[in-house]
Structure formats: C-alpha cells, structure tokens
C-alpha cells in the first residue's frame, strides 16, 4: 500500500442521543450525501443512543464526522439525556479502524498521526476534552474504554481532567469524547421477549466471569444486561473485541440457552453497526443489510 494510498478507514461513532427521528433523518440525509460508504445509521431510544458507521478516504471521513458533529453536538444536553448505556458525551466514543491487514508499524503510525490531528480540531472546535484509547493511547490514562468511562458525565462535572486534546473540564452540555485508533470489533444484542432484565444481567455477569477465567468462548466478550422498558424487552448486549477468536453461534446459542433455561426467551439477535465478510462465514444466527458487511483489504508489504 503506497504512501499515496493510506486505505480506507472505517468509522463507527456513537452519539447520545436516541429520540429524535427528525435529528436521524438529517444524519442520515448527510452521511448519504457524503463522499462516504454508509454502512450503518441508526438509533434505539431506550439506550437514547445513535450508532453510525462509515468508510472512505481520511480527508471524506474527517469531514463527515465534522459535518455531524456541528448537527448533532448542538441538539444533546447530557444534563437532561436519560438511557440505559453508559456515557460521558455527545459524541460518546469515536473509533477508527483501517481496512486493510496486516496494519504495518508505520501505517499504524501514519493513521495514529492523522488521528490526533483530527483530535485536535474536534477538540479546538467544538470545545470538548479527547481522551485518545486503544492503539491511539500514549500513555497518559487508561487506554480502554470502560475504563474512561467509568465515571459517567455526571462523576466528570467537578472532575479536573488531563485529556490529550481540548479543555481540562467537561463540556458543560457535551462532555467528553473518547476517540482513537481500535481493532475491529462486532457489537451484538441478543434481545429477549421478558421485560424483566434479571436474567439478562445474570447471563452478564457470568459471561464477564467465564472471561476473566479465560473460558476461551468468551475470549474479549464484554456484556451487560439491561432493561429496555420503552421496548418492553430485555437484553444481554455484547461487544466482541476478538472476534477471530471465538466462535460466534456457539457464543449466541450459549447466551440464549442460558437466558431461556432463567425464563428468558430470545425474541431476535442484532446486530449493531458492521460485520466482517470473514465473520459471515461463521454465523447463521445474523442477518445482516448488504452494507453491514465490510470488506477487509489484504496485501503483502514490499
């Protein structure tokens, strides 16, 4: 890959906000316009959370990502948003992921120097504090995203803050964004018909057990069980952050098995944002819109 041709990189923000059709409508509106490949736009009001995922150039993406952020940031007050997912901004968490492997050292860095120059601006732009993670992380907090968002908006009010880019306090109606170069990842739901979301955060709370035991069909699974009372379902929610190491329908088939043998039975599974086409040939349970599944570029280095 030429230096000329960095690849294509994917995005997949989260924005806090989930009931606002006509504030949807115009992102979608945008990211259909954009010079960029929508892969994903949608929003669940019991978690009051948008999920959008989209490819293309650096220099299309980063201008997407602006253009939304000047629609949405002035449409959130986190003061006033109520959801079941956890949060610390407006745009909560804004990942990058290249397309293309293997990610060589070098490109790894050419895409980290592009990103803390997009930090940057957000964070001079629209006034709020960025907390690089994963691969973009340099050493001067956690790196994980639990982990700097462990706090929620409310516990960073009177919190003075040492982000990598942006002010040393919250934004007083955005708070803060965490941003940076990530893994590929799926985020999946298994959605259950009981409203009752006991069992669900039992099934939670084994699965991140089996993980810390290093059950190897658990490997890099994080769950969480919740309520969704506006839905009246509940739900065992997952982020897959080695998705090459496990296998996901024995995954999803235990997780349903264990909510159905506590009462629960699985209304549907989904899946939020992108999939691999790798990852397709390993799962019959999801069913996914062509445009969910992305396309890993491979090549040999010179």
């Not at 170069?181 to 298994?190: I, Q």
């Amino acid at each position: 890959m030429s230096e000329e041709d960095p690849g294509q990189v994917l995005t997949v923000p989260n924005w806090s906000f989930g009931r606002d059709r006509r504030l949807l409508a115009a992102v979608q509106e945008l990211l259909v316009s954009a010079p960029v490949n929508l892969h994903f736009a949608e929003s669940d009001p019991d978690h009051n959370r948008t999920v959008t995922a989209f490819s293309g150039r650096r220099e299309d993406v980063g201008k997407a990502l602006l253009d939304l952020c000047a629609l949405i940031l002035p449409a959130v007050d986190l003061n006033r948003h109520m959801g079941v997912h956890p949060r610390i901004g407006a745009l909560d968490v804004c990942p990058f992921v290249p397309l293309w492997q293997p990610v060589s050292p070098g490109e790894a860095a050419d895409l980290n120097l592009w990103i803390r120059g997009f930090g940057r601006t957000f964070a001079e732009q629209f006034e709020v504090p960025v907390f690089l993670y994963e691969h973009s992380e340099t050493g001067n907090h956690a790196s994980d995203l639990p982990s700097l968002r462990r706090l929620g908006f409310g516990g960073l009010m009177d919190q003075t803050l040492a982000p990598d880019f942006g002010p040393d306090c919250i934004h007083p109606f955005c708070g803060a964004t965490v941003m940076g170069h990530r893994d590929f990842l799926l985020a999946v739901n298994v959605n259950l018909q009981n409203p009752d979301a006991s069992a669900a955060q039992t099934v939670a709370s084994v699965i991140r057990r089996k993980r810390r035991l290093g059950d190897p069909l658990f490997t890099g699974v994080r769950a969480l069980g919740l309520a969704l009372g506006i839905q009246g379902i509940s739900q065992v929610s997952m982020n897959i952050t080695k998705p090459d190491l496990i296998q996901l329908d024995p995954l999803l088939e235990w997780v349903s098995g264990e909510c159905d043998r506590r009462g629960a039975t699985t209304a549907f599974y989904e899946l939020i944002g992108v999939i691999r086409d790798r990852d397709m040939e390993h799962t019959t349970r999801l069913h996914p819109h062509p445009e969910q599944i992305v396309r890993i570029e491979t090549h040999h280095e010179v």
